[in-house]
């Protein structure tokens, strides 16, 4: 079953008059998430960032890592601020965002996936750190684009990039959104679920057409 996007909340019709625009980008999260990079990449730009996060986890081989917002932000440019937010809040920094970026840390997990359906339902392009275990979400090209981890330069060309052609970043917001309807939607997941567990009762694995296997 993949993963879900609540794309009755998630959803740029579920906005306010003049919420939705094109004046920020912006970034989400706190799992293995490398903001340090997104603020050095931004450094000395004009574009204006917002990040919803409080904090920021890192996972290590011993312990997880917790990082302060604050101590994140401290010499950051002043276009970079750093808060958190409620699913509201957050709803409204995607449609004020031209477009997402979600700058991971190395990690051979998902990490990040909720805020890129999140994205990508709000009908905003993404920018995605191409890690070994962020796989099949993000088309690059069509709905956004992967840059290798860590790097600040190829992060701040590729926010460039889409920063300087709005009509681009929108067309991969469509298509994004598309994507997320498409492929992740909540009642999808829902009956994905109902059939595993149907199929669990009667005895069968679930398969992914909703049949019970042999």
């Not at 681009?168 to 059939?195: I, N, P, Q, T, W």
Request: with cysteine.
């Amino acid at each position: 079953v993949p993963h879900y996007v609540d794309d009755v909340f998630w959803n740029p019709d579920r906005l306010e008059a003049g919420q939705n625009g094109s004046e920020i980008i912006s970034s989400a999260g706190a799992e293995n998430r490398d903001f340090t990079t997104l603020i050095e990449a931004l450094r000395g730009t004009p574009i204006p960032c917002e990040i919803a996060s409080s904090h920021v986890r890192i996972d290590g081989l011993l312990r997880a890592e917790h990082i302060d917002a604050a101590q994140l932000i401290a010499g950051a440019s002043s276009n970079v601020t750093m808060s958190p937010k409620n699913r509201v809040e957050l709803r409204q920094m995607y449609g004020r965002s031209r477009f997402v970026v979600l700058p991971l840390m190395p990690s051979n997990v998902d990490n990040g996936v909720t805020v890129l359906l999140e994205a990508m339902a709000m009908g905003k392009a993404v920018i995605c750190s191409g890690t070994e275990g962020q796989v099949g979400v993000v088309e690059h090209g069509v709905t956004g684009l992967y840059v290798p981890p860590r790097d600040p330069a190829a992060l701040r060309t590729a926010i460039e990039e889409l920063w300087n052609d709005p009509e681009r970043a929108a067309a991969m917001g469509r298509a994004g959104r598309e994507f997320a309807l498409k492929h992740h939607k909540l009642e999808d997941f829902c009956s994905g679920v109902k059939r595993a567990i149907d199929s669990a009762l009667e005895g069968g694995s679930a398969t992914a057409d909703g049949h019970v296997a042999s």
